[in-house]
T-cell receptor
Framework: GEDVEQSLFLSVREGDSSVINCTYT??????LYWYKQEPGAGLQLLTY?????DMKQDQRLTVLLNKKDKHLSLRIADTQTGDSAIYFCSESSFGNEKLTFGTGTRLTIIP | DADVTQTPRNRITKTGKRIMLECSQT?????MYWYRQDPGLGLRLIYY???????NKGEISDGYSVSRQAQAKFSLSLESAIPNQTALYFC??????????????FGSGTRLTVV
């Protein structure tokens, strides 16, 4: 079945850029997503990218997709304390009627 | 009010007891999902439903059952709870299939502890 892999932890100094990485196995993935989970809350969709794109930028967020290597990354510029959360990578594909989620990366901000 | 409401928020139950987790939504979405979250394992799909008459097993359905009472309501039951079902449970909804970009709307979760 499909598999989505992420590192479990990342620590970044406040004001620096954070880069969260994800790899996936499904070569037929059509959309890839990043979700954010704050403490005590459900997941919220941050951004998504269609598989025929290689980059998408939305304010402080930049998503990079390397379809050949099946690698997705989320860059958060000027990381703030409010960015502390768990970030989940997710993918969907034609014929697969559900999202597959990664293990989540816990982002910790160092003052 | 939240778009997707889960009750209860927290529950402690004993091994062998039957427990029901409830989910209701005001989004008007047809598709509803139940996931469990465990540290280091991410989210794993338990069951999903595309309409009231459509129920499908996910990757970890053993020990669980569901009921789609109405478009807006999707309940998850543990018939005989066991300690390794201790986890954070999320309900989610969506209105689109994989041919279009779509995001799930998640509830705030139910933290279940089985002792």
């Amino acid at each position: 079945g499909e598999d989505v892999e992420q590192s479990l932890f990342l620590s970044v100094r406040e004001g620096d850029s954070s880069v969260i990485n994800c790899t996936y196995t499904d070569s037929s993935s059509t959309y890839l997503y990043w979700y954010k989970q704050e403490p005590g809350a459900g997941l919220q969709l941050l951004t998504y990218i269609f598989s025929n794109m290689d980059m998408k930028q939305d304010q402080r967020l930049t998503v990079l997709l390397n379809k050949k290597d099946k690698h997705l990354s989320l860059r958060i510029a000027d990381t703030q304390t409010g960015d502390s959360a768990i970030y989940f990578c997710s993918e969907s594909s034609f014929g697969n009627e559900k999202l597959t989620f990664g293990t989540g990366t816990r982002l910790t901000i160092i003052p | 009010d939240a778009d997707v409401t889960q009750t209860p928020r927290n529950r402690i139950t004993k091994t062998g007891k039957r427990i029901m987790l409830e989910c209701s939504q005001t989004k008007g979405h047809d598709r509803m999902y139940w996931y469990r979250q465990d540290p280091g394992l991410g989210l794993r799909l338990i069951y999903y439903s595309f309409d009231v008459k459509d129920i499908n097993k996910g990757e970890i359905s053993d020990g669980y059952s569901v009921s789609r009472q109405a478009q807006a309501k999707f309940s998850l039951s543990l018939e005989s709870a066991i300690p390794n079902q201790t986890a954070l449970y999320f309900c989610a909804t969506s209105d689109r299939g994989p041919g279009q970009a779509y995001g799930y709307t998640f509830g705030s979760g139910t933290r279940l502890t089985v002792v």
